[in-house]
């Protein structure tokens, strides 16, 4: 199971996620959807590792795998993160 445990990010003094918490179950497939500067590309980065939260933590079982498109022009048009 994915466990969000209270994650708060804070980018240039501003706060993106506040006590972000969620349990996914295995073999589920999620979507995230909302407006934009909600926090959805935050939270994945958070998620995979690319940014550390101020405040809470991020379990990921070994033998994980999660895919995502990159929102950024210039990064990699879809990724894949198998973490061992």
């Known amino acids: 199971m994915l466990t969000i445990q209270g994650i708060t990010v804070r980018l240039g003094g501003r706060v993106i996620l ?5 349990a996914i179950p ?16 935050t939270l994945v980065k958070a998620i995979i590792g ?3 939260p101020d405040e ?11 895919g995502y498109i990159a929102q ?10 198998k973490v061992s």
């Open 18 to 22: 506040d006590r972000a918490t969620v």
């Open 26 to 41: 295995p073999r589920s497939r999620v979507g995230l959807i909302g407006r934009n500067g909600a926090g959805k590309s």
């Open 50 to 52: 690319e940014i550390d």
């Open 56 to 66: 809470g933590e991020v379990e990921m079982p070994r033998q994980t795998r999660l």
């Open 72 to 81: 950024e022009a210039g990064r990699a048009a879809e990724r894949n993160r």
